[in-house]
């Protein structure tokens, strides 16, 4: 997807206004879980604590995978949300 077509998308613009007024809160969060040690396939603690935080934000179906990545679904302006963890390419 390119990104004039992404841009394009109403969750999109209704997402940035959001982003530009949580932006300290959402970079404060990224630096708590950079900060929670996670040496290569040792990402337990970091991985739990992502699902706890999916788990506080009402999310739903929220699991940890085999490879270690938080996973969780939600509702959100009535569509589905995904959001995941994960630190290797």
Known sequence: MNVG?????PEI???LPWSDTHADDVAAEAIRICEIPAPAFEEGERAAYVRSRFRALGLADVTVDAAGDARAAGAAGGSARRARR????
């Open 5 to 9: 077509t992404l841009m394009a998308q």
């Open 13 to 15: 613009g209704k997402a």
């Open 86 to 89: 994960r630190d290797r390419p």
